[in-house]
T-cell receptor
Framework: DQQVKQNSPSLSVQEGRISILNCDYTNSMFDYFLWYKKYPAEGPTFLISISSIKDKNEDGRFTVFLNKSAKHLSLHIVPSQPGDSAVYFCAARGIGNEKLTFGTGTRLTIIP | DTGVSQDPRHKITKRGQNVTFRCDPISEHNRLYWYRQTLGQGPEFLTYFQNEAQLEKSRLLSDRFSAERPKGSFSTLEIQRTEQGDSAMYLC????????????????FGAGSRLTVL
């Protein structure tokens, strides 16, 4: 039962353009959503998070949007840089729960 | 502090053997987590500790798996009688929490221990 879904396994974007990574979830009890980035041979590193009471959170080039009615969130990276090439995981946490449920990841490639 | 350390980084073993992984979290972090990641999947939760107490275990953690955090610092994850299906990356993460479930509780992950069972 995949409660967090990232339907695009890969995405290629030109350097300088906007990268949009999408994530859908099915569990309405999720109250926090996080994005992690992973480089090869390294562990996932935290990028940005959003609480279910908000619809947008911004941190520099990274913005996360949450649409609770659609159970959908997206990560926008603008402008995209070559160092952004990595696998991006969407994760969600349930109310009163310490467990993070991850999606399967999207491999982002920034084309110079 | 150099972050979350995991050892060994790679382990190749034969089916039926026991393996143990060690995780050293960030020193001021009171919570420690184990996740497992297989090819093409995201990390899956296995268990977590607050200090030395193991507070939650996933049903993925069969009887062959045991995790400890004896003094609330480093943790070990042991897999007994390994099976080929145990081949995966085992990720450790830590965080600092002061009661309650508010906030995002950002986890800092180690680089992982890759297990290959032949």
């Amino acid at each position: 039962d995949q409660q967090v879904k990232q339907n695009s396994p890969s995405l290629s974007v030109q350097e300088g353009r906007i990268s949009i990574l999408n994530c859908d979830y099915t569990n309405s009890m999720f109250d926090y959503f996080l994005w992690y980035k992973k480089y090869p041979a390294e562990g996932p590193t935290f990028l940005i998070s959003i609480s279910s009471i908000k619809d947008k959170n911004e941190d520099g080039r990274f913005t996360v949007f949450l649409n609770k009615s659609a159970k959908h969130l997206s990560l926008h990276i603008v402008p995209s840089q070559p160092g952004d090439s990595a696998v991006y995981f969407c994760a969600a946490r349930g109310i009163g729960n310490e467990k993070l449920t991850f999606g399967t990841g999207t491999r982002l490639t920034i084309i110079p | 502090d150099t972050g979350v350390s995991q050892d060994p980084r790679h382990k190749i073993t034969k089916r039926g053997q026991n393996v143990t992984f060690r995780c050293d979290p960030i020193s001021e972090h009171n919570r420690l987590y184990w996740y497992r990641q297989t090819l093409g999947q995201g990390p899956e939760f296995l268990t977590y500790f607050q200090n030395e107490a193991q507070l939650e275990k996933s049903r993925l953690l069969s009887d062959r798996f045991s995790a400890e955090r004896p003094k609330g610092s480093f943790s070990t994850l042991e897999i007994q009688r390994t099976e080929q299906g145990d081949s995966a990356m085992y990720l450790c993460a830590s965080s600092h929490r002061q009661g309650g479930f508010s906030g995002a509780n950002v986890l800092t992950f180690g680089a992982g221990s890759r297990l290959t069972v032949l």
